[in-house]
């Protein structure tokens, strides 16, 4: 039997047990769409600041995890608990503000803002003031903030360039700026290297490699030279369970993994 | 030392321009020839025709900040212009003595303002949680609810009727009812009306709002709260509807059933469309073209032979030809139109340069 989905708690940021243990906790969770289950049953525990892969053939469930991890779904059955708080049933942005933060798959902007506008709502967004109707100052804090994640993502050239006008690469990049803002504690990157260049995907491995130590994330991703090369530790999914986790190594050593996932092919 | 003081604010001022040396040279000459229109033009041109373009001007803004920045197409500003101005005549005077209130303007005006925003919230609300076709639907069956509600209570909204003698208060000794007073009393109202839009479309809640629009999973994705910000954007330009539907209660001197009823909540979208809803300036130009058809168009059907009643015909298919050329309206024509003229500049010097 599955824990029951409990309501929302009061929010206790700011105390200590709140930050003690795992950075992500998930106890069963199940999702069903209709009689298909997406996902069944995944428990898993991330420490604060680590880092990890989880791998899977399309239609592991790996996706789906991390809307339910975002609230975007609310799982079927389960508890997800982050950093010590249970915040299974929170609305997305409630998440957000405790220093959850995700990419998407397909690039998930604000195509009619310039690139500048798309980094400035990510800072906003987790701060006070999000609804006020004063301008910000040229040299107001946020502003500065996404100036500065503007060129840790190198896109000051084209900081006030619509984002529809992007290349791909550049918006993907904007992605995980987007990501980066505020204070994140957990990031959930889904396929941050799906069509990049050669180039861009050495780039995106030294952005990754070079986030502060504090900051642990999960990485779904297809591109083993990326996954494996950014992470500490590996869960492999296949038809919505967890069926291995372990280090790079073990995993890209492991048969069982070969055959089902690398397709005995890879390399 | 002053010297060396001085030097590097010198530079700033280069570099940063004064707030007034950004607006362009065309801007300072239409905000010329409307300051001075009344030196040249007759009253019914600053009455009828100013006066009610800025009155549509500001009910289709409304409509233009919810639809342009939040990209929800509410159907719903005409109504609340109509309730801000029913209570205008309500809880002010009227010829209505049986049912007019008649307390002083300076309880009527925030009254109705408050009331007015508080109707647009609770309907935002309701609307908010629905997208695209279905907004449009809820917002319109609000509209007919309260049109009907309005022809059929008889306690409150004096019924079929409506009512008359709905004056402005003579503030400063002057009768703004008069053509000169009301038409600048209403260009005031409407470039205000303008300028907070343009500004607010700046502000982080401007902002956000562009962000719902263009993607309301990743703004929830970035810690805002959606709903909030939708609903918020219904309570705000309610302002803007609520200031131009007391102005057109002030200019009719009266309000019934017929001023909101659904042809005109369709001629606030039509006004917003025609002019472009991308840029606050869309519907006053579109309100402009409206007002212009409306007013002239009768004479000219009237030499065809044809009924004045027509003119509707040619507003029909005036905004048939700009949904089907140009969706981002009048205002999209003119951007394109300037796009292509400085590209092919851009074309003929980088032609000499080779």
């Known amino acids: ?267 | 030392m002053a010297m060396t003081d001085h030097a590097p604010r010198f530079v700033n001022r280069a570099d940063q321009k004064l707030w007034f040396e950004r607006i362009p040279a065309p801007w300072w000459a239409l905000a010329v020839v409307l300051l001075f229109l009344p030196v040249v033009a007759n009253s019914f041109w600053l009455f009828q025709v100013m006066g009610w373009t800025f009155i549509l001007g500001m009910i289709g803004l409304s409509l233009m900040f919810l639809a342009g920045y939040g990209g929800m197409v509410s159907l719903l500003q005409m109504t609340v212009a109509g309730m801000a101005g029913y209570m205008v005549a309500i809880l002010g005077n009227s010829g209505t003595v049986t049912v007019s209130l008649g307390l002083s303007w300076w309880i009527v005006l925030p009254a109705a303002f408050l009331i007015a925003a508080l109707f647009a919230t609770v309907s935002g609300a309701l609307a908010v949680r629905t997208e695209g076709i279905y907004t449009i639907m809820i917002t319109l069956a609000i509209a007919a609810a309260f049109f009907y509600f309005t022809r059929q209570n008889y306690t409150i909204f004096n019924g079929y009727s409506g009512f008359n003698l709905v004056l402005p208060p003579q503030l400063f000794g002057v009768n703004w009812r008069e053509p000169v007073p009301f038409y600048y009393l209403s260009l005031a109202l409407a470039a205000l009306s303008y300028g907070t839009v343009v500004y607010v479309s700046r502000s982080p809640f401007g902002l956000a709002l562009q962000g719902v629009r263009d993607n309301p999973r990743r703004m929830a994705a970035l810690g805002f709260n959606v709903t909030a910000h939708r609903v918020a954007a219904y309570a705000l330009a309610s302002v803007f509807a609520s200031a131009g539907g007391i102005l057109l209660v002030w200019q009719n001197a009266q309000i019934a059933p017929g001023t909101i009823g659904m042809s005109a909540a369709i001629d606030v979208l039509v006004v917003a469309v025609v002019g472009g809803m991308r840029r606050p300036l869309g519907p006053f130009i579109g309100a402009f073209i409206y007002v212009i058809l409306q007013v002239f168009s009768p004479d000219i059907l009237g030499f065809f032979g044809f009924s004045a009643e027509r003119f509707k015909l040619i507003i029909g298919l005036g905004f048939l030809a700009v949904v089907l050329f140009s969706p981002d309206g009048v205002l999209g024509l003119w951007d394109r139109w300037r796009a292509r003229r400085r590209q092919q500049q851009d074309q003929l010097s980088g032609g000499g340069a080779a």
């Open chain 1, 1 to 267: 039997m599955n824990a029951p989905v409990t309501p929302p708690r009061p929010v206790a940021l700011g105390q200590s047990h709140v930050s003690a243990g795992n950075a992500l906790e998930l106890r069963g969770i199940t999702k069903m769409f209709g009689a298909l289950a997406a996902i069944s049953d995944v428990t898993l525990s991330v420490r604060p600041g680590e880092r990890r892969a989880v791998l899977g053939s399309n239609g592991a469930g790996k996706t789906t995890l991390f809307n339910c991890i975002t609230g975007d779904f609310l799982p079927t059955a389960g508890l997800i608990r982050f950093f010590g708080e249970d915040v299974t049933t929170f609305p997305p942005h409630e998440r957000i503000r405790r220093g959850l933060r995700r990419t998407y798959q397909i690039s998930s902007l604000f195509a009619g803002l310039s690139v500048i506008d798309n980094v400035y709502l990510a800072c906003r967004g987790v701060s006070r003031n999000r609804f006020s109707l004063i301008r910000p100052r040229r040299d107001d804090a946020l502003v500065h903030a996404a100036e500065t994640l503007v060129e840790a993502v190198h896109l000051t050239d084209e900081k006030d360039r619509l984002v529809g006008e992007l290349a791909y690469g550049q918006q993907r990049q904007l992605e995980i700026a987007l990501a980066l803002s505020g204070a994140p504690r957990f990031i959930l990157f889904d396929e941050p290297a799906a069509g990049l260049s050669p180039t861009e995907r050495r780039d995106l491995v030294s952005i990754l490699t070079t986030l502060p130590g504090h900051i642990g994330y999960i990485i779904i991703e297809h591109d083993m030279d990326v996954a494996l090369r950014v992470v500490e530790s590996v869960t492999m999914m296949h038809n919505g369970r967890i069926f291995k986790e372990g280090r790079p190594e073990e995993i890209e050593d492991d048969p069982e993994v070969q055959e089902l996932y690398l397709g005995g092919g890879h390399e």
